[in-house]
T-cell receptor
């Protein structure tokens, strides 16, 4: 299957700093990328959907000014957690998909996740 | 009410046992259904899609009842390697034509020797 990478895999930062997480599709062009967050013992929650070259669509309750998403190319999307606080500590996972030739595909390929710890 | 509800478990079973997981979803407009597997501290991985006619993949059988908005997963002859959290996932179609996946909280399975 398709490969999606995330970097870094783990980050520990001080409260108030900003953290950037990269999500790359390695062997296909991702027209759409999704960012999820998972707190311990909870389900994955979709934070936002980003389409290449346009603004991200955020889910209700997710602050767009705090979680900045950039999808500048068909292989790269970034999530920046600005002014991180301990409550932002979580497992952040991206997924990537491709709408090719106007056909909708139900397949999303998940990255390995980034574990963020804010001290 | 949660969009996708699952019994969190854990289900503790011996090797070789048959175990069944259930899931209910609230959005009657959902059209695609999946079971994902998630190992501890890892990303979810697609186990199988679920079709109305029911489908089987080796030891795994999935069933869908649209009228009851109910999905099930049956695992036969459990292996130690089946120990994981099983996530019930349904879709909601976005206006871009792509789908949004809605995840249940997962059911944890522990298979012991």
């Amino acid at each position: 299957g398709a490969v999606v990478s995330q970097h870094p895999s783990r980050v520990i930062c001080k409260s108030g700093t900003s953290v950037k997480i990269e999500c790359r599709s390695l062997d296909f062009q991702a027209t759409t990328m999704f960012w999820y967050r998972q707190f311990p013992k909870q389900s994955l929650m979709l934070m936002a959907t980003s389409n290449e070259g346009s603004k991200a669509t955020y889910e209700q309750g997710v602050e767009k000014d705090k979680f900045l998403i950039n999808h500048a190319s068909l292989t790269l999307s970034t999530l920046t957690v600005t002014s991180a606080h301990p409550e932002d500590s979580s497992f952040y996972i991206c997924s990537a998909g491709n709408l090719a030739d106007g056909k909708s595909t139900d397949t999303q390929y998940f990255g390995p996740g980034t574990r963020l710890t804010v001290l | 009410r949660k969009e996708v509800e699952q019994d969190p478990g854990p289900f503790n079973v011996p090797e070789g046992a048959t175990v069944a997981f259930n899931c209910t979803y609230s959005n009657s407009a959902s059209q695609s259904f999946f079971w994902y597997r998630q190992d501890c501290r890892k990303e979810p991985k697609l186990l199988m899609s679920v079709y109305s006619s029911g489908n089987e993949d080796g030891r795994f059988t999935a069933q869908l009842n649209r009228a009851s908005q109910y999905i099930s997963l049956l695992i036969r002859d459990s292996k130690l390697s089946d120990s994981a959290t099983y996530l019930c996932v349904v879709n909601a179609r976005l206006n871009t034509g792509f789908q949004k996946l809605v995840f249940g909280t997962g059911t944890r399975l522990l298979v012991s020797p």
